[in-house]
């Protein structure tokens, strides 16, 4: 044979592995289900919210503190400004300890302070005592 027609021959073998590697890769491997679902559980990651297990703020103050902040407030001044007629500085201070005690007493998990105040059933024989 002759050089010419090697190279010829060669060339030609290599742009056809290339069209049926460009077909296959093009219309077969992108609807096969089962290569799609393997590849995209390899290379996709799952979202998450990154909002959850976050609580509401109002600004730097937890939300679930303002009820009870305001009741504070409103008793501090409706008992030292009002009752007693004390300044507004202390009504304030006052009002300012109460709302940092609760804060400190119930902050991150108010459950474990709120929950000492429930008195639990006594259970005799998995009936409850009236």
């Known amino acids: 044979m002759k050089n010419g ?5 060669f060339i030609f073998i290599i742009y056809f592995y290339f069209l049926i590697f460009s077909l296959y890769s093009s ?11 393997s590849m995209e ?10 909002s959850l297990d976050k609580a509401p703020n109002i600004g730097p103050f937890p939300a679930d503190q303002v009820f009870p902040w305001a009741i504070i407030g409103g008793s501090s001044y409706y008992l030292f400004n009002v009752l007693l007629g004390l300044s507004w500085i202390w009504t304030g201070a006052i009002a300012g300890w109460g709302m940092s005690t ?3 007493l119930t902050a991150n998990d108010s459950w474990r302070f709120l929950s000492k105040f429930i008195h639990p059933p006594t259970w005799t024989r998995g009936m409850k005592k009236r």
Not at 5 to 9: G, K, L, P
């Open 41 to 50: 559980n390899q290379t996709k990651f799952r979202k998450v919210n990154p």
């Open 102 to 104: 609760w804060w400190i």
């Open 5 to 9: 027609s090697s190279e010829t021959y």
């Open 27 to 37: 219309f077969i491997v992108p609807h096969s289900s089962f290569l799609t679902k």
